[in-house]
């Protein structure tokens, strides 16, 4: 079992930074593959960014590419997803997720955080 706590979203004006934090329970974190995921209102839960288990493979979804950075710690048990150059379509409740298979599909995630908001005002 793993539980996963997000944090560090919140307002930000376009064209800046945040820095978000997925902090995981249990010995096994670094077995699994971590991924960060947004929805926005109205919209289905979509892919954003994956990292592997040793943090040596990471893949991004095109429209984050070049903006946003996925790392992980595996002595601290956390994820992190660095965003730059935020646009107001950036904005959604973003969550992060652990599974077992490497991949950008959300339904292949056993476990899911609680999800924190981003908004970005133009």
């Known amino acids: 079992q793993v539980q996963l706590v997000e944090s560090g979203g919140g307002l930000v004006q376009a064209g800046g930074s945040l820095r978000l934090s997925c902090a995981a329970s249990?010995?096994?974190?670094?077995?699994?593959?971590m991924g960060w995921f947004r929805q926005a209102p109205g919209k289905e839960r979509e892919f954003v960014a994956i990292?592997?288990?040793?943090?040596?493979?990471?893949y991004y979804a095109d429209s984050v590419k070049g903006r946003f950075t996925i790392s992980r710690d595996n002595g601290k048990n956390t994820v992190y997803l660095q965003m730059n150059s935020l646009k107001p379509e950036d904005t959604a409740v973003y969550y992060c997720?652990?599974?077992?298979?490497?991949?950008?599909?959300?339904?292949?995630?056993?476990?899911w955080g609680q999800g924190t908001q981003v908004t970005v005002s133009s």
């Open positions: 990292i592997n288990w040793s943090g040596g493979s990471t």
């Open positions: 249990g010995r096994t974190f670094s077995r699994y593959t």
């Open positions: 997720a652990a599974g077992e298979i490497y991949g950008a599909t959300k339904y292949t995630y056993d476990y």
